[in-house]
């Protein structure tokens, strides 16, 4: 067996990926593909850290050392139980140190090739940060623009049904980047692991064709975009939805037809808007929002919030905004996107 220093350019040639961190270090952002085997869970952790700092690192290294070895002990009997003497795993922790090196040594003792990632999970952290300035500056992008409720997103995703390459960012960001952009039961990811999935997903591109995605502002709920990647955005070609009114109001009513059945959720969202509305003007709304009457309130938040809004910052940000592409269409009914994003795929 070799025992020599591997990289994050080494993840491909391990038959596992194995984070020894605590399950809260892991739930946080991880190597895309590795499983959480801890030496150490949360608690644990907790207390071999307070002992460090109040009593010394000794205690604390005695204490822990006799924690880490039942929990590698539990994981062998179980997890790795089944696994055949050629299988090479490589492990990892927070800086590539004790936690993982404790680990490796067990598993090279039974008789596995188990290799330590060097400076562990930050070398990874330091590898995405990389990928996102390398590739962000280079990507062939083509901006979706409109105001809310022009199906936008859903346009994208029928983009990709059709085979073209598209950078879906509110999924990324489990968030559709408005104030009522929460999507129901879904917690956003941390910012760090947003940007594992980012740079997972450009990685992917061919940069020799075109890569659609849609007009986003700084921040997508409590989502930063990396600056690389906002600074491309606003560069880049766009094609403006223009649908009527109508069609918009339509599609929203459809698409967000879900709030009507939290209505003082709904209402609460509303009361992020104070101060940029009249106190008369969000009373009502969130009146509507209590009784579940969503066309007045979405035809209000369109002509009165949204499109303001989307007239003041889009010709702002996005330098070709004005002398963009503009597809224009009165039905955003799912057959209607479909063939809308025919026409925009055409050219």
């Not at 591997?6 to 993840?11: E, H, Q």
């Not at 997972?200 to 709920?221: H, K, M, P, Q, Y």
């Amino acid at each position: 067996m070799s025992h020599r220093p591997t990289t994050v350019d080494d993840l491909a040639g391990f038959d596992a990926v194995i984070d020894v961190r605590s399950p809260a270090e892991f739930a946080l952002d991880h190597v895309p593909g590795a499983i959480n085997c801890p030496v150490l869970d949360d608690e644990e952790r907790r207390i071999v850290g307070t002992l460090y700092v109040q009593v010394s690192a000794f205690e604390a290294r005695k204490l822990g050392g006799a924690m880490v070895a039942r929990n590698i002990a539990r994981h062998l009997d179980t997890a790795f139980r089944d696994r055949p003497k050629g299988w090479r795993p490589l492990l990892y922790c927070w800086r590539g140190g004790m936690r993982s090196g404790s680990f490796v040594t067990w598993m090279r003792l039974v008789g596995w090739d188990a290799q330590q990632l060097q400076g562990g999970y930050k070398s990874w952290r330091t590898h995405v940060i990389a990928r996102i300035a390398a590739l962000a500056p280079n990507l062939p992008l083509r901006v979706l623009c409109g105001p809310t409720g022009s199906a936008k997103t859903r346009v994208l995703q029928a983009l990709g049904a059709l085979g073209e390459q598209v950078l879906d960012l509110e999924a990324l960001a489990a968030h559709r980047g408005s104030v009522l952009g929460a999507l129901p039961g879904t917690e956003q990811p941390s910012q760090k692991a947003f940007e594992t999935q980012l740079a997972t997903a450009l990685n992917g591109f061919d940069l020799a064709r075109t890569v659609w995605v849609e007009a986003e502002s700084r921040r997508i709920g409590r989502i930063s975009l990396p600056d690389a990647l906002l600074e491309r955005l606003r560069i880049s070609p766009v094609v403006q939805i223009d649908a009527t009114p109508d069609a918009r109001l339509a599609y929203l009513l459809r698409d967000y037809a879900w709030l009507g059945d939290e209505p003082q959720g709904l209402a609460d969202k509303l009361g992020l808007l104070k101060g940029m509305l009249a106190n008369e003007t969000l009373a009502q709304w969130q009146g509507w929002a209590m009784a579940r009457n969503l066309p007045p309130l979405f035809a209000a938040l369109m002509t009165q919030h949204y499109d303001p809004l989307y007239a003041r910052s889009q010709g702002r940000h996005f330098e070709k905004l004005s002398g963009g592409r503009r597809v224009e269409t009165d039905d955003l009914s799912e057959a209607g996107i479909a063939a809308l994003a025919r026409r925009i795929a055409a050219g």
